[in-house]
Every structure is written in C-alpha cells, then in structure tokens.
Nanobody
Framework: QVQLVESGGGLVQEGGSLRLACAAS????????MGWFRQAPGKARELVVG????????YYADSVKGRFTISRDNAKNTVYLQMNSLKPEDTAVYYC???????????????????WGQGTQVTVSS
C-alpha cells in the first residue's frame, strides 16, 4: 500500500512563501499523477494543483494560479508545492495523493481514495 508523508507546512505572514513536500513510497510513483489537496476548517477537501506522471501536464485551481507551482522528482518519489504570495484564505491542512491521471485527480471524490496521509498545516496570518 502506498504511503504518503507531507511536510513543510508552518505559520507564515500574508505575502510569504512556503514549500511543501510529499514523499511517497512504492515503485509505482513515477507512473501516477500526483495532486495537492487542502481542507480548511468546516470546508470540504479540494484539489488545488495536479501534475501528470511525466510532469508535462499540470492543473491549477483558479484560486492559486500564478502563485503556486507543483513539481515532482520521480527519482526521489517526491512531489513539491511551492506556494508564493500566500493569503489568509490559503490556510488549511494540505494533503497529497495519487491518481492514474490529472483528469482522474479532478473527478475522484476524497472518499474514493484508498489512503490519505496526515497532511501538513499551513497557516497564513494577516
């Protein structure tokens, strides 16, 4: 079973930056699309960004376009999320997960994933 370990969260002021990392176990990492999700208190978990297995295709939610950048290192089984110009509304627990394609990342419901990691808390103060 795949294991996902998110890290890099923290407390940052509005306008600041953070870089999140998600280390995934398993030999199939390089054949899966990866996505970063977030869940704010009282809100549903939502897909924020996604990247195809090859890294050539990416997806960004409108709320983060131009501020967030997803990347991956298949040799290290790790996907990254660079977050710049952070806003208080970016405050949430951030999770990563895998799917067969970026299209599937956008269509699967959170409860359709077999596994979720612990996530990493991002708090942006105003």
């Amino acid at each position: 079973q795949v294991q996902l370990v998110e890290s890099g969260g923290g407390l940052v002021q509005e306008g600041g930056s953070l870089r999140l990392a998600c280390a995934a176990s398993g030999r199939t990492f390089s054949s899966h699309a990866m996505g970063w999700f977030r869940q704010a208190p009282g809100k549903a978990r939502e897909l924020v960004v996604g990247i195809s297995a090859s890294g050539r295709t990416t997806y960004y939610a409108d709320s983060v376009k131009g501020r967030f950048t997803i990347s991956r290192d298949n040799a290290k089984n790790t996907v990254y999320l660079q977050m710049n110009s952070l806003k208080p509304e970016d405050t949430a627990v951030y999770y990563c997960n895998a799917a067969r394609s970026t299209a599937q990342l956008k269509t699967l419901q959170p409860d359709e994933y077999d596994y979720w990691g612990q996530g990493t808390q991002v708090t942006v103060s105003s």
